[in-house]
């Protein structure tokens, strides 16, 4: 479990630094806790499946992003960005991020 936090935490910073923006930090750590529920909440083969699985682990990535308000936050700037350079400099997993801003 805390694999997948530190990956999740990682993903996160690296949303923010390509787009060049600082992180909401509170609403981070909100992600996080969602996650740590959300995966405290799984049978541990559950677990497994997931942390074998990278597009089961990016749809609970997304939903603690969504879940914790982080796709509130610079919501304009970043929706002005998911068509700049910098959005097309995202790895391509991070896109799961940025399609949270269209909605």
Same mark, same amino acid.
């Given at each position: 479990m805390q694999v997948l936090r530190d990956e999740f935490r990682r993903h996160l910073e690296t949303f923010y630094a390509r787009l060049q923006?600082? $992180? $909401?930090?509170d609403s981070v750590e909100k992600a996080i806790r969602h996650l740590t529920t959300a995966l405290q909440g799984m049978p541990p083969e559950e677990q497994?499946? =997931?942390s074998a699985n990278p597009a089961l682990r990016w749809e609970q990535y997304r939903r603690a992003f969504v879940e914790s308000g982080?796709?509130?936050?610079?919501?304009?700037?970043?929706a002005r960005l998911?068509?700049?350079? =910098?959005?097309?400099? =995202? $790895?391509?997993?991070?896109?799961?991020?940025?399609?949270?801003?269209?909605?």
């Open positions: 923006l600082a $992180p $909401p930090y497994t499946r =997931l982080l796709h509130r936050k610079h919501r304009g700037i970043i998911t068509a700049s350079p =910098l959005a097309a400099d =995202l $790895p391509a997993e991070h896109k799961h991020f940025l399609e949270a801003f269209k909605s």
